[in-house]
T-cell receptor, first 110, second 113 residues
Framework: DQQVKQNSPSLSVQEGRISILNCDYT??????FLWYKKYPAEGPTFLIS?????DKNEDGRFTVFLNKSAKHLSLHIVPSQPGDSAVYFC?????????FGTGTRLTIIP | NAGVMQNPRHLVRRRGQEARLRCSPM?????VYWYRQLPEEGLKFMVY????????ESGMPKERFSAEFPKEGPSILRIQQVVRGDSAAYFC???????????FGPGTRLTVT
């Protein structure tokens, strides 16, 4: 039972353009959502988070949007840079336990 | 402020041996979590601990796996009598009290031969 889904395994975006990564969830008990970036052979790096009582959170080039009625969140990166190439995981929290999606591999094309 | 530390980074064990994975949380963090990532999959929650207490172990296999976070020293994830299917990357994360964000260590890559 995949409670957090990232339906796009991969995404390629031109440098300077906007990257949009999507995530869907099924469990209404999730109260906090996070995005992590991961390079091969390293641990996930925390990027940005959002509480379930908000619909938007922005931090520099990163913005996370939450649509509770649709159980959908997205991460926008603008402008995209080559260093953004990595695997991005969304995660949802309930009772301090994170449930991860399977990740989206983002490739930024110079 | 050092991040989450894990050691060893790579561990090779033969079937039937024991594996011990260590995790030191970030300074000021009292909550520790262990996750496992199998090849081509996302991270899966295993266990959540606070000092000397297991809070949630709903993701731990019922046999051969145990975890502790003693009053002094690192958190330990112990796998007894390892099998090939235990080969994975094991990640530890920590968070401060009342904090939602979890910060991850670099992981231990366990290979069972």
């Amino acid at each position: 039972d995949q409670q957090v889904k990232q339906n796009s395994p991969s995404l390629s975006v031109q440098e300077g353009r906007i990257s949009i990564l999507n995530c869907d969830y099924t469990n209404s008990m999730f109260d906090y959502f996070l995005w992590y970036k991961k390079y091969p052979a390293e641990g996930p790096t925390f990027l940005i988070s959002i509480s379930s009582i908000k619909d938007k959170n922005e931090d520099g080039r990163f913005t996370v949007f939450l649509n509770k009625s649709a159980k959908h969140l997205s991460l926008h990166i603008v402008p995209s840079q080559p260093g953004d190439s990595a695997v991005y995981f969304c995660a949802a929290s309930a009772n301090e336990k994170l449930t991860f999606g399977t990740g989206t591999r983002l490739t930024i094309i110079p | 402020n050092a991040g989450v530390m894990q050691n060893p980074r790579h561990l090779v064990r033969r079937r039937g041996q024991e594996a011990r994975l260590r995790c030191s949380p970030m300074k000021g963090h009292s909550h520790v979590y262990w996750y496992r990532q199998l090849p081509e999959e996302g991270l899966k929650f295993m266990v959540y601990l606070q000092k000397e207490n297991i809070i949630d172990e709903s993701g731990m296999p019922k046999e051969r796996f145990s975890a502790e976070f003693p009053k002094e020293g690192p958190s330990i994830l112990r796998i007894q009598q390892v099998v090939r299917g235990d080969s994975a990357a094991y990640f530890c994360a920590s968070s401060p009290p009342n904090g939602y964000e979890q910060y991850f260590g670099p992981g231990t890559r366990l290979t069972v031969t």
